[in-house]
């Protein structure tokens, strides 16, 4: 009993503080926010979040880590199945084009701040490095070992490749909707099947069999 009165409550300052932070570095940038708002929407104080978060990088990457985290944990699960490697690439690319609005905002946010700021590209460079980047660059690695991928290119390139095509296309797609030129263009897993074969096959003309 007597461990119980000493044990701290549970609080959801910190969850409060991470939501209200995404919204303002949203609008506002990550330098542009300021921490005494951010604890005002998160009504709580400015020294709640410092005792939280020493530093607004930390807060910014916390709540990159909060979104962060189940896309991970998604994407480890399917380069962990036992299939061909074409097959968990398209299963990736699948997962892709299922970004919640959420993750589509921290997207967004990851991107503004790679470009605004070399400091927090490097830490961004090194987080992506050991999680989303390895993946792609192991699965590459084994389709590579077991011939199901070419070996005379760089594994980064390929890795690259993977990423431009089983990834960005559907961030382009969510961002452009159904305006033109894209009225017609596929969602979701007909559009990750179209790009793994894109990927996979090139767009070149096929030659004919003698």
Same mark, same amino acid.
């Given at each position: 009993q007597e461990a119980r009165l000493m044990a701290r409550p549970r609080t959801d300052i910190a969850p409060r503080i991470i939501q209200a932070a995404r919204r303002r570095f949203l609008?506002?940038?990550?330098?542009?926010?300021?921490?005494?708002?951010?604890?005002?929407?998160?009504?709580?104080?400015?020294?709640?979040?410092?005792?939280?978060? @020493?530093?607004?990088?930390?807060?910014?990457?916390?709540?990159?880590?909060?979104?962060? %985290?189940?896309?991970?944990?998604?994407?480890?699960?399917?380069?962990?199945?036992?299939?061909p490697v074409a097959e968990r690439i398209r299963r990736l690319s699948v997962r892709m084009s299922e970004l919640s +609005?959420?993750?589509?905002?921290?997207?967004?946010?990851?991107?503004?701040?790679?470009?605004?700021?070399s400091a927090r590209l490097d830490r961004l460079i090194e987080r992506f490095r050991q999680g989303h980047l390895a993946l792609v660059l192991r699965a590459v690695g084994e389709g590579i070992a077991r011939g199901e991928i070419d070996a005379r290119f760089h594994p980064v390139l390929l890795m690259m490749s993977t990423f431009a095509l089983g990834?960005?296309?559907?961030?382009?797609?969510?961002?452009?909707? +159904?305006? %033109?030129?894209?009225? +017609?263009? @596929?969602?979701?897993? @007909?559009? %990750?099947?179209q790009l793994v074969e894109i990927l996979f096959s090139g767009i070149g003309p096929k030659k004919a069999v003698p």
């Open positions: 609008t506002e940038g990550v330098d542009g926010a300021s921490l005494r708002r951010i604890a005002r929407d998160a009504r709580t104080s400015i020294g709640m979040i410092y005792y939280y978060f @020493p530093t607004k990088d930390d807060l910014f990457f916390r709540v990159l880590e909060d979104v962060d %985290a189940a896309m991970l944990s998604d994407l480890e699960k399917v380069v962990a199945i036992d299939a +609005d959420t993750e589509i905002e921290v997207v967004r946010l990851v991107v503004r701040e790679a470009i605004s700021s990834a960005l296309p559907h961030l382009v797609r969510r961002v452009i909707g +159904d305006r %033109a030129p894209f009225a +017609d263009v @596929p969602r979701g897993e @007909p559009l %990750a099947n």
